[in-house]
């Protein structure tokens, strides 16, 4: 959703300009919503019949205001789900990749528009399913967009087949079932995120398949036919005693008795053979499923399958990347192209991940590096400001101007101005009670027929698209959880809290069974992301702007989770944002710069859609606004962007590029974004600019001096370490670590983190310390742990627990164009020996490597990590990390451990007399790298004592 508009025009002249990209004439910008948990009991399953809904303190209306209206076609006539009977009472996941299935946003369009479930793309037309595997990518607008378009390879069908519309049968987490019927033959075909294979039931003619020129035979085994098209491999799979017939681009199986088929696209031709041992395993549901426990977060994704033909129930699904990074299951050597990057194939019904939960506040910590005295100046600035909310009505930005109060209430408290942040709450509360009675100027409306909750006055499509509903009420819920912070009586389900709830219920619903609200409306949890558009009405598939506004709801949920106590709602809140922060970084800021095609030539994309990604917004083509709005709001839910330094780095030099120099109209935006990275460097820029310019609309200059200045005092955020509870936080400048918690609890508790160091917080408040090692204070700065395990690096190819060395660096021999990705090649070595330790229970290495890649672009280095547990030249355990793609700015980086485990062999037992031994290589890339040496930044920890 855009932060701001630069008019009507400028908003035209872009949507044509996307248009002609290819993305559909829809002019209203798109996104949504998260996945489940318990059940929330704010409102009855469906709303009363009455016109107004009590809901503890507050209302909502089952009637929308006169004069307003629903979700509608183009042309404006009004619009109802588009399923079958089957599927009449199931609430509809608008805002997802498939929803034109269900929402026929264009009249003359019964069927769908193109569908992006990678590696397969997919259109519903009068003949059935048309299936394309797009594997070059397009760069079209003067290079501001890639995509991977959908081009039909073969339409998936049955003889005669000439359906007048397609609708949604069925549905789970990421698959779907579309239903065609023309009275004599009816089709189901089941489809998803990450299948390979389309798995369809017919009745009424032949299975058939209509490829798009005539296709190559590689193999025909009757019911089994392996065949070509624009040069993609695809088997065919007919029931057992069936034959494939080719005549020209038609090609045709009778089913006999039976009413099922398949096809599969497959990696490469002799894939056929594992392949063909799944293909009547047919996928019948799909599940994701979380877990948040002690600063980690691990998800379980499931199919479940039936067996047509004999016993199998395995199938294969390929991964994203941002899942394949955070897997230790193993995957197969088979690979897809996608707009996401590669995509790795798994050969199981499920796979699990595991990552570091991202970090929450509530607000930064209390710094010394901020000033008393000019921050209370700023901050009676919005405290007096006779109109606070700017005059605004509408849900979006009556929300962006609850969130600039929200984020400074905690900073007044900092402060001691106690009247100050009470006269906030009171216009937060105010604001949000207002919204949330039913029968005024503006109130949240039910509707039955699209089981969703609209806020009018709506605005950018919320109410006729359905657009963007997550992005809205990120704003709501977020300042409600800091009304709860200090308030837990205001947001007590009887009183205030049931409507914070119902309007999650719609956003972000945790509930599979509730029948008034979809689960997770708008958040697909396989893609690791939300989408914006209600209806999915672009030849580019779906789409999300502002992937920050997104995040904002998730860090919402965390905090009104850990205000109110509901542990269910927070470990919610922690998985979205967890899972969308890698598929940010991965997808739209280009992280390893392994996703975007290199003929794209930019390092950021201000939008992604189903077929790839846009250097652009909704209204505005201004480099300003298209790097800065995956960044707002800034919150303590916006640390998480700081594990990707690197890609900060690139974004701000790629801005100030494309600007003609530094940012003037959305300079606080991204002086913010830069301190999560170089907190000195944006504090130099805010030191410099401050005097003349004007806030951001959901900004204001207290926020923006209190994030800086507090920054710049504690260093970037330090996403290496993770505490035990999600509000809490790690920060770092040169060897020194702070550590931050906020304990929402009635009495003090401790909290533990991963690299061992405790901070103890007392009741409803924020802490923050060097952390101990047992409970007293511990006045050494540095956070590493004891110097017995804790080795440097030393030139010469040394490890040492020895410090206060000279720092020196080595050099990393080039790749030499090649991919040495997991493969040990020309590597830096360091050993040390006669090492004795007892293996730490429930402990993992861990190292931090600094590395600098000079100016020269396309590098990665990789680290392994071996065992030889008793010295006798073998080596028990080895470890090999994820590569680190280093940027083209001099300077050094820092690899670390939590790049993820790429592979491991052996296991670990007690070291007795053993050699640990560190390899650092070129993975990919055609030049040199450095490595520090002699340094405490450069270090390897075992996990022994």
């Known amino acids: ?412 408290d900092q402060i001691g101005e106690s009247a100050t942040r009470d006269k906030l709450l009171g216009l937060i509360k105010g604001r949000l009670q207002d919204w949330f009675t039913a029968g005024g100027a503006n109130e949240f409306s039910y509707d039955k027929d699209w089981k969703t909750l609209t806020g009018y006055p709506a605005s950018y499509g919320s109410d006729t698209e359905l657009n963007d509903h997550h992005f809205h009420y990120s704003y709501y819920v977020y300042a409600a959880a800091v009304v709860a912070q200090y308030d837990p009586a205001w947001a007590a389900d009887s009183a205030w809290g049931g409507m914070v709830k119902t309007l999650v219920r719609d956003a972000a619903n945790p509930s599979r069974t509730d029948t008034a609200f979809p689960f997770l409306r708008g958040f697909d949890v396989y893609a690791g992301h939300s989408w914006a558009s209600g209806h999915q009405g672009f030849a580019a598939g779906n789409n999300q702007e502002s992937s920050s506004e ?48 290199s003929s794209f030539g930019h390092d950021t994309a201000g939008m992604v859609w189903g077929s790839g990604a846009a250097y652009a917004t909704w209204w505005t083509a201004n480099p300003e606004e298209i790097h800065g709005i995956n960044v707002l709001p800034v919150t303590g839910g916006s640390l998480h962007l700081g594990g990707e330094k690197a890609a900060i780095r690139r974004n701000i030099a790629e801005m100030e590029r494309e600007n003609g120099g530094p940012a003037v109209e959305w300079r606080d935006i991204l002086w913010e974004f830069q301190s999560l990275a170089d907190p000195a460097a944006a504090k130099a820029k805010w030191d410099a600019g401050n005097a003349g310019y004007t806030p951001e609309q959901g900004e204001s200059k207290a926020h923006t001096y209190h994030w800086i200045s507090t920054l710049d005092a504690l260093g970037a955020p330090d996403a290496t370490v993770t505490g035990d509870i999600p509000s809490s936080a790690v920060f770092t400048k040169g060897t020194a670590r702070t550590y931050a918690a906020h304990n929402y609890g009635a009495t003090a508790r401790t909290v533990t983190f991963s690299d061992g160091k405790t901070l103890t917080v007392p009741a409803r408040s924020t802490a923050t310390g060097t952390g101990t090692g047992g409970g007293d204070p511990d006045p050494d700065p540095d956070p590493d742990p004891p110097t017995g395990n804790t080795f440097q690096l030393r030139t010469g190819g040394v490890l040492t627990t020895a410090t206060g060395g000279t720092a020196g660096s080595d050099t990393i021999a080039s790749a030499g164009g090649a991919n040495h990705d997991g493969t040990v090649h020309q590597p830096l070595v360091y050993e040390i020996r006669s090492v004795n330790g007892t293996l730490t229970p429930g402990a993992a290495t861990a190292f931090r490597l600094q590395l600098d890649a000079g100016t020269t672009v396309g590098l990665g280095q990789q680290a392994r990590i071996s065992y030889d547990l008793t010295g006798d030249g073998t080596f028990d355990r080895s470890e090999t990390y994820h590569y680190f793609a280093t940027d083209p700015v001099a300077g050094w980086e820092e690899y670390a451990q939590s790049r993820g485990l790429k592979s491991a062999t052996g296991s670990l037992g007690d070291l007795k007399g053993g050699t640990v031994r560190l390899e650092v290589w070129s993975a990919i890339g055609n030049g040199t790298a450095k490595l520090q040496t002699g340094t405490d930044k450069s270090v390897v920890v075992i996990p022994f004592s």
């Open 1 to 412: 959703m855009p932060a701001t508009r630069t008019g009507p025009a400028a908003a035209l002249v872009l949507v044509f300009a996307l248009a002609a990209f290819g993305l559909g004439p829809a002019a209203t910008p798109a996104v949504a919503a998260t996945p489940a948990v318990a059940a929330t009991p704010a409102v009855a399953a469906t709303p009363a019949v009455a016109a107004t809904i009590p809901v503890g303190s507050g209302s909502y209306s089952d009637t929308r205001p006169a004069g307003t209206s629903g979700p509608t076609t183009n042309t404006g006539a009004p619009v109802t789900p588009k399923v079958t009977p089957a599927a009449k009472d199931k609430p509809v996941p608008t805002n997802d990749w498939w929803s034109s299935l269900a929402f026929q946003r264009y009249g003359d369009n019964p069927y769908s528009t193109p569908m992006y479930g990678h590696p397969l793309t997919y259109q519903a037309t009068a003949g059935g399913l048309e299936v394309g595997y797009p594997t070059t990518p397009a760069v079209v607008g003067e290079g501001r967009q890639y995509e991977y378009a959908h081009k039909r390879d073969l339409t998936l069908g049955l003889t005669g087949l000439n359906s007048p519309d397609t609708k949604a049968d069925d549905w789970s987490d990421w698959t779907v079932t579309p239903y065609w019927s023309d009275g004599t033959r009816t089709l189901r075909a089941t489809i998803g995120h990450g299948l390979p294979f389309v798995y369809a039931n017919g009745s009424g003619g032949n299975a058939q398949i209509t490829t798009a020129a005539a296709p190559a035979v590689f193999a025909d085994q009757g019911n089994v036919l392996g065949i070509t098209v624009a040069g993609h491999h695809y088997a065919l799979f007919a029931p057992g005693g069936s034959d494939w017939t080719v005549s020209g681009s038609t090609v045709t199986a009778g089913l006999g008795a039976k009413d099922y088929f398949s096809l599969a696209v497959l990696p490469s031709a002799d894939a056929l053979a594992t392949y063909k041992k799944y293909a009547y395993s047919f996928v019948t549901g799909s599940k994701a499923t979380w877990s948040y426990t002690g600063g980690t977060v691990q998800s379980t994704y499931s199919l479940t399958t039936e067996a047509k033909e004999g016993a199998e129930r395995g199938t294969l699904q390929a991964l994203y990347r941002h899942q394949w990074l955070h897997t230790a299951d193993p995957l197969t050597a088979y690979t897809y192209v996608s707009p996401r990057g590669t995509m790795k194939v798994r050969e199981a019904a499920s796979f699990s991940t595991s990552q570091k939960a991202s970090a929450v506040l509530p607000g930064l910590p209390k710094s010394n590096g901020v000033d008393t005295a000019r921050l209370k100046g700023y901050l009676d600035q919005v405290a007096n400001d006779p109109d606070p909310f700017s005059g605004y009505t509408d849900t979006y930005w009556t929300g962006k101007a609850l969130g600039r109060l929200a984020q400074l209430v905690p900073a007044a």
């Open 550 to 597: 997104s995040t904002n709801l998730s860090a919402g949920l965390v905090l009104w989770g850990s205000a109110t106590g509901d542990t269910a709602l927070r470990d919610l809140g922690t998985y979205l944002l967890t899972t969308e922060s890698e598929a940010i970084a991965q997808y739209w800021f280009d992280a390893d710069e392994q996703v975007f095609p």
